[in-house]
């Protein structure tokens, strides 16, 4: 059974840091892209950052210079550090695991809260 289960969220005041973690179990994502999506209340799930098998990266224009995406293979994991952070940042972090042609990823995590006050 596949499984991704994200850490680190929380509350932040605005310029603050968070740094999120999602650790992967039940097969392999080392040649295959992982991720985040995030889901602000009353909005549509909103893609965040990928990076590939090869560590290219990929973001949002919004969070583009504030967040950096990293993996470590041989954990199984993918880390998002959150930069500068912004109100309108605040929204349910998903994490995903390999990247469809849909724009999307097949496996999920449950998701970690981020709340940044201003």
């Known amino acids: 059974q596949v499984q991704l289960v994200e850490s680190g969220g929380g509350l932040v005041q605005a310029g603050g840091s968070l740094r999120l973690s999602c650790a992967a179990s039940?097969?392999?994502?080392?040649?295959?892209?992982m991720g985040w999506f995030r889901q602000a209340p009353g909005k549509e799930r909103e893609f965040v950052s990928r990076?590939?098998?090869?560590?290219?990266?990929y973001y949002a224009d919004s969070v583009r210079g504030r967040f950096t995406i990293s993996r470590d293979n041989a954990k199984n994991t993918v880390f998002l550090q959150m930069n500068s952070l912004k109100a309108e940042d605040t929204a349910v972090y998903y994490c995903?695991?390999?990247?469809?042609?849909?724009?999307?990823?097949?496996?999920w995590g449950r998701g970690t809260q981020v709340t940044v006050s201003s």
């Open positions: 995903g695991g390999f990247w469809t042609g849909a724009a999307s990823f097949r496996y």
């Open positions: 039940g097969r392999s994502f080392s040649s295959d892209s």
């Open positions: 990076i590939d098998s090869r560590g290219s990266t």
